[in-house]
């Protein structure tokens, strides 16, 4: 297993295999990581649509709304009127939504703060420095959006 990009994958593996054992333990049992990119894209806006949510993930509409329905039915987002179109509907992250976004970010940190003990702190800091030079962009420019790899 010596190729970096499998590395890189196996790693966000075993943080997400452990985020996710620890989230189910604490009442995000129904969290699946499919639901994180949601979670992801709507916690920097105030809203998408199901079109917009479904551009973003790399899915038909279709399944974007089936998606949100499951997201909707556990409690994590709504469904709302959108400000400026009266035929679509504004998704947004609920109190129970946020909640899980807090818990995932204090979890993360949790196991970075393992990583600095195992590999020290200079180090995990030019890893990180290294791997935001690496992925900040992509060949045209653009921000390269977390997104699952369907």
């Not at 899980?100 to 979890?107: F, P, T």
Request: proline share 5%; aromatic share 8%; hydrophobic share 45%.
């Amino acid at each position: 297993m010596g190729e970096l990009p499998v590395q890189l994958a196996v790693a966000f593996r075993a943080v997400m295999d452990r985020v996710h054992t620890r989230l189910a333990t604490e009442g995000f049992a129904d969290v699946r990581p499919a639901h994180g990119f949601v979670f992801q894209f709507l916690s920097f806006r105030d809203g998408a649509t199901a079109v917009e949510l479904a551009e973003h993930l790399g899915v038909t509409k279709q399944a974007a709304v089936q998606l949100v329905d499951e997201l909707v039915r556990n409690g994590y987002v709504t469904r709302g009127p959108h400000p400026t179109d009266r035929r679509s509907r504004l998704v947004s992250l609920t109190t129970r939504g946020w909640a899980c976004i807090g818990r995932v970010l204090e979890l993360w940190q949790e196991i970075e703060r393992e990583w600095e003990q195992r590999i020290g702190a200079p180090r995990l800091a030019q890893l990180r420095a290294d791997l935001t030079a690496l992925t900040e962009h992509t060949a045209d420019g653009h921000a390269v959006p977390l997104r699952p790899l369907w």
